[in-house]
């Protein structure tokens, strides 16, 4: 199996995680949406851009790593400071969706981190 799918696939599954953490906290959150979706949208478009079409590149590398850096921060934030007690109100959902977040950007960084040390790792093997 090609490195690359594998991950293809796991940034792809944090781009889709990240869209429902961002959607819960655009639901809670009173200060509006309109700051969540100016600054959010063309992120994970550049994010799902570098994953689709620049995959094995190495500026797919670098975007795929940049994306998995912020999914794999998004549980430290909640659990720091009043992130914490937001994670505490939100339910069950909302805290299973930080810990997958955490997997994935974790695992993402570690794949995104390989293919950038080693180019031909990408390659069939």
């Known amino acids: 199996m090609k490195h690359n799918v594998t991950l293809t696939v796991a ?5 889709l995680l990240m869209t429902i953490h961002l959607t819960q906290d ?10 969540y979706v100016f600054v959010t949208v063309p992120v994970l478009v ?10 094995g590149r190495r500026s797919g590398y ?7 850096l912020i999914a794999a921060g998004m ?5 720091m400071g009043a992130g914490s007690v937001k994670a505490r109100t939100h339910g069950a959902f909302f805290v299973w969706t930080l810990m ?6 974790i695992f993402s960084l570690v794949l995104s981190v390989r293919g950038l ?8 093997s």
Do not use: C, K
């Not at 940034?11 to 781009?15: E, G, H, N, R, V």
């Not at 550049?46 to 995959?55: D, E, P, R, S, V």
């Not at 040390?117 to 069939?124: D, F, I, L, S, T």
């Open 75 to 79: 549980p430290v934030i909640h659990t």
């Open 100 to 105: 997958a977040l955490g997997v994935t950007g």
């Open 46 to 55: 550049a994010w799902l851009y570098g994953t689709l079409l620049l995959a």
């Open 117 to 124: 040390w080693n180019p031909q790792w990408g390659e069939a």
């Open 26 to 35: 655009i639901l809670r959150d009173e200060g509006g949406m309109a700051s």
């Open 62 to 68: 670098v975007i795929m790593l940049v994306g998995s």
């Open 11 to 15: 940034s792809l599954f944090s781009i």
